[in-house]
């Protein structure tokens, strides 16, 4: 009788994890825009002049050679820096198709809307 109360106890449990494993999976795919077709990298650089463009350099050297392929685009944001690492982001987004410029405000709106940035 005992084994018999347990393995239900299991089975209940089970189908509980089932349903809560189900219901994230429609959560996921129902109120959110990023879908599972790649990896966005979020680089967030504030007075990195001397860094950026070769840490930019080098995730594109990854992507543009096959050993990254499933990122789907790298969005640089510029956290208010005081120096050139701006403009070096603009010009690298400028160059380089899979490099979407964005500032610190309009990031969460990118985030959410990742599926229209093409």
Do not use: H, P
Not at 3 to 26: D, P, R, S
């Amino acid at each position: 009788m005992l084994e018999y109360i347990l393995n239900g106890i299991l089975w209940v449990l089970a189908l509980y994890g089932l349903f809560e494993i189900i219901k994230t999976i429609i959560y996921t795919y129902t109120y959110t825009n990023l879908k599972a077709d790649g990896i966005y990298v979020i680089v967030a650089a504030k007075n990195q002049e001397k860094r950026i463009e070769g840490f930019l350099r080098s995730l594109l050297f990854r992507i543009i050679y096959g050993k990254e392929e499933s990122v789907k685009d790298i969005i640089v944001v510029d956290l208010n820096s005081t120096d050139e690492t701006k403009k070096i982001m603009e010009k690298l987004s400028g160059d380089y198709d899979v490099i979407k410029m964005s500032n610190w405000r309009d990031c969460k709106e990118l985030i959410d809307n990742i599926d229209e940035v093409k």
